[in-house]
């Protein structure tokens, strides 16, 4: 990027003094502008020297429009001829080859580079040097040479830092933040993006803040801290719009829209990034049109519009490779990989995937060559080629390991399960179900373990600006103690005498207390013991009632309402059978409710097997009571829906503690899988319905999913301990 022209009080003054004599020309530019340009416009009409003022406009137009850029550039080239200005010359140059980049023209902006550094050489001009050089280390980057490029913004940072220019400063220490946060070594990152911040708000550099905003979001959106991501792409999105940086506007629409996407919430995902391209294709930035079409394939795959999904990410294969980006051919062919094998088209699929992993080896991207090891051995595993599958499988695992990938090596475990599950291998199977299940398990510990980091991040700068004022208090605390114990000290025996009295009062309001609660406690057993009686009548005249009825769809509604009140008439079974009266062991409850389900549909002809994996976890009647229903639902459902009458199956019931007071609670089948077509939250059949008002009542928060079968997972509070 060039200098600014600096204007001087005098200058300023010559200028106007010249203007009120003879306006040489009026200039116009196309599409919108800023306050900086129409500054630059204003002054540019009164004054003699033209090309410096020429290329400021280009400069703030880069941002903007590069095309519209362009043209101001090309024109200041010709003016700085003719005004035989050397040095405008060659900023004009370097102004053209920037816009050329931005439209993605990487071969004429290189050539266009080395004249501009020609020149700048000749003058000795090192600023310029300098600009030339960090654009040329930016080319290596948009070409995928990340190595290369790392060790070229470096060499620049250091010679920046030497003769003190500040932008050139903070411009490297982005672009080594950038190739960190690629590598995944996002602390380094973060370190370089919180220095270049620094320096951007020092210098009120708004182009580059909302630049290094958005960096930063992008970050924390990889480390899953979603609430700073959108806080940062929020801050880039708002400087961007407020200065019409169109450029750049359509970066923070996409990465904004990824964080929709990260959330399933494909709709709000495809406004943002669809937005984005729109912009991409108005101001040509082929590399930004290559990125949108990518996260537009990756909806349509999510949504399972196959085709459209093919199309986008044909669209950004072909545009990768035109501006002969490594990188986003190895996403596109990828991603393009996965499409095939949802379509059946094996051998396409593996062509490119293969292509993929060879390149990564070259490129030395380890995360692409994880996922696309991972991707072979889900299409062998789709061919029935078991060993195969495993041979790359293993592989995955092995370096997702290494690299400390903790979601890929939990999705690759999984598959390698089904694998040896599918080949016969059944002890191998659950090993590594096993391992798929600990981390699966610990994906709440670890989302606990963000928040509190996340936090931490948030709240690190007003620590230490508040140290000294820690430290002071500390010492009026010490002071405090002091005077304290002193008081202390004098009151000790009147409060030894006092304490002893005290002891003596509540010894006696203890023991009849106890007496009492005793009482209590027999009472409250005989009125358990008299509802279960109750529930039980209530069971078997419902039980009476379905013998006498024709319809088989009323029978069946009378039998499940039976089937609820024996989960309720359970509960206070266990109540009066055990000494506490206000919880219940909820693992055992939850076997003696699978054998009750069990036995009933024991001559439907359906060969299905119940498991059950739960915590010694003592559960609030309150809570209890509407969660026994719900897993009375969930599995009765499972039993009944899940599996044809020639199947067989396995139902699964969990219960684990995520905190103090937090529980996950679980049913899951490996069935055929609830009908696309049906969104349980939106059903109208009583038995969900019913599930979703319990989950509503114990304020908890309820999840399907539906691979291999179904899984509900609820996460709730014990109601002890709820607000």
Partial sequence: MISKVKFYPKTALCLIMIALIRLIFLFNICGQGNSVTDSLNHILNKSRKKAGILNEIAFELQHILPAEALKIS?????????????????????????????????????????????????????????????????????????????????????????????????INLSAIGRICWMQGEYKQALEQYNKAKQLAIET?????????????????????????????????????????????????????????????????????????????????????????????????????ILDSAQQFFDKSLVLAEQLNDQSGELYSRRFLGEVFIDQGRYDHAADLFNENLQKSYIEKNMQEKVNNLYDLGVLNLSRKKYTEALDYLHKAARLADSLHLFYEGMIINKHISQAYEQSGNYKHALHFAKIYKSFSDSMFSEKKRKNIEEMQLKYETEKKNNEISQLQLRHLNQQAKLKQQQVLSYSMAAGLLLVVFIVVVLWNLYNQKKKSNKEKEILLKEIHHRVKNNLQTISSLLSLQSSYLTDERIRDAVRESQGRVKSMALIHQMLYQQERLSTINFRKYIHQLCDSIASSFQQTGINIIYNTSCAEVEIDI??????????????????????????????????????????????????????????????????????????????????????????????????????
């Fill in 74 to 170: 090309l024109k200041a080239l010709d003016v700085s001829g003719k005004e035989k200005n050397k040095q405008e010359e060659g900023n004009a140059i370097f102004n053209i080859a920037i816009a050329n980049m931005a439209l993605g023209n990487y071969n004429t902006c290189d050539s266009l580079l080395k004249k501009a550094a020609e020149i700048f050489k000749q003058m000795k001009y090192k600023k310029g040097i300098l600009q030339v050089e960090n654009a040329q280390a930016n080319l290596t980057f948009m070409y995928g040479n990340l190595n290369k490029a790392l060790e070229l913004f470096r060499k620049n940072l250091t010679a920046a830092k030497q003769d003190n220019y500040t932008e050139l400063q903070i």
């Fill in 204 to 304: 009120q550099n708004k182009y580059l803040l909302g630049m290094i905003y958005l960096f930063i979001g992008i970050v924390y959106q990889d480390m899953g801290f979603y609430e700073l991501a959108v806080e940062n792409m929020q801050n880039s999105l708002m400087i961007f719009e407020r200065m019409n940086y169109y450029t750049k506007l359509p970066y923070a629409l996409n990465y904004l829209g990824s964080v929709y996407y990260d959330f399933n919430e494909y709709d709000n995902a495809y406004i943002y990034i669809n937005r984005a391209l729109e912009l991409f294709d108005k101001t040509g930035d082929t590399w930004g049109r290559a990125l949108s079409c990518r996260f537009l394939g990756r909806i349509y795959k999510a949504k399972f």
């Fill in 622 to 723: 309150d809570t209890a009571i509407p969660l026994g229903l719900i897993a009375n639902e969930l599995i009765i459902n499972a039993y009944k829906y899940a599996f044809d009458k020639t199947d067989s199956g396995i139902i699964s019931v969990g219960l684990s503690r995520l905190e103090k007071n937090k529980y996950l609670f679980f049913v899951k089948d490996n069935g055929k899988g609830l009908p696309k077509d049906i969104k349980p939250e939106n059903t109208h059949t009583l038995g969900l319905k019913l599930v979703y008002l319990l989950v509503r009542q114990i304020k908890a928060n309820i999840q399907y999913h539906i691979n291999q079968g179904t899984e509900f997972s609820i996460i709730f509070e014990d109601s002890q301990n709820q607000p």
